[in-house]
């Protein structure tokens, strides 16, 4: 158990629905990175927080949103879904800015239909 | 974008035998990290390789970093069953500023066959 927390685990929704991802991170950290899994285009960095602020963009979509609250989960929200943003999405955690290990949840899968 | 590649994208073995991924990466990077994907689930951290280190071991994985050439390759040794998952290589590059993000490499498939 890595101590990071990912509800839902499955999604299964309709193309132009929004959808809300939850990532509670370990106790103490204050990072949290959102990831994007899928089988063509492998694992892709999203965004990072940092106690509270946004730090870091990667290949988010316009659609797509997110935001760390003052107890330090995250939340990923994805509008105007596709079928291409079915995938699996997750969230790791870090202590802080340093060069350490990241620390996964066991992904949150999400279906559009 | 992935900043790094791997080789072989699969590998098969029988249970016993070492296993060697590779993992060539693009730009300058503080450190190396590989992790552990069983099949739809979190990743798991496995090493962590710095910048000015060579070889780092733990238990049955000896990592390699070769920076002149932007590579570095995973062996795993007396391999099992269990070891059976998908391994990625990350990077954390310097031009990354405080985000320290990791990016990822497109994984191999090891399979072990019993």
Same mark, same amino acid.
């Given at each position: 158990?890595?101590?990071v927390?990912?509800?839902?685990k499955?999604?299964?929704?309709?193309?132009?629905?929004?959808?809300?991802?939850?990532?509670s991170p370990?106790?103490?950290?204050?990072s949290?990175?959102?990831?994007?899994?899928?089988?063509d285009?492998?694992l892709?960095?999203l965004?990072?927080?940092y106690?509270?602020?946004e730090r870091a963009?990667?290949?988010?979509?316009?659609?797509?949103?997110a935001?760390q609250f003052p107890?330090?989960?995250?939340?990923?929200?994805?509008s105007?879904?596709?079928?291409?943003?079915?995938?699996?999405?997750?969230?790791?955690s870090?202590?802080?800015?340093?060069?350490?290990?990241?620390f996964?949840g066991?992904?949150?899968?999400?279906t559009v239909v | 974008?992935?900043?790094?590649?791997?080789?072989?994208?699969?590998?098969?073995?029988?249970?016993?035998?070492?296993?060697?991924?590779?993992?060539?990466y693009?730009?300058?990077?503080n450190?190396l990290?590989?992790?552990?994907?069983?099949?739809?689930?979190g990743?798991?951290?496995?090493?962590?390789?710095?910048?000015n280190?060579?070889?780092k071991?733990s238990?049955?994985?000896?990592?390699?970093l070769d @920076?002149?050439k932007?590579?570095?390759s995973?062996l795993? @040794?007396?391999?099992?069953?269990?070891?059976?998952?998908?391994?990625?290589?990350?990077?954390?590059?310097?031009?990354?500023?405080s985000?320290?993000?990791l990016?990822?490499?497109?994984?191999?498939?090891?399979?072990?066959?019993?």
């Amino acid at each position: 158990d890595s101590g990071v927390t990912q509800t839902p685990k499955h999604l299964i929704t309709a193309t132009g629905q929004r959808v809300t991802l939850r990532c509670s991170p370990r106790s103490g950290d204050l990072s949290v990175y959102w990831y994007q899994q899928s089988l063509d285009q492998g694992l892709q960095f999203l965004i990072q927080y940092y106690n509270g602020e946004e730090r870091a963009k990667g290949n988010i979509l316009e659609r797509f949103s997110a935001q760390q609250f003052p107890d330090l989960h995250s939340e990923l929200n994805l509008s105007s879904l596709e079928l291409g943003d079915s995938a699996l999405y997750f969230c790791a955690s870090r202590t802080g800015l340093e060069d350490t290990e990241a620390f996964f949840g066991q992904g949150t899968r999400l279906t559009v239909v | 974008s992935q900043q790094g590649e791997e080789d072989p994208q699969a590998l098969s073995i029988q249970e016993g035998e070492n296993a060697t991924m590779n993992c060539s990466y693009k730009t300058s990077i503080n450190n190396l990290q590989w992790y552990r994907q069983n099949s739809g689930r979190g990743l798991v951290h496995l090493i962590l390789i710095r910048s000015n280190e060579r070889e780092k071991h733990s238990g049955r994985l000896r990592v390699t970093l070769d @920076t002149s050439k932007k590579s570095s390759s995973l062996l795993i @040794t007396a391999s099992r069953a269990a070891d059976t998952a998908s391994y990625f290589c990350a990077t954390v590059a310097i031009s990354s500023g405080s985000a320290r993000q990791l990016t990822f490499g497109s994984g191999t498939q090891l399979t072990v066959l019993p």
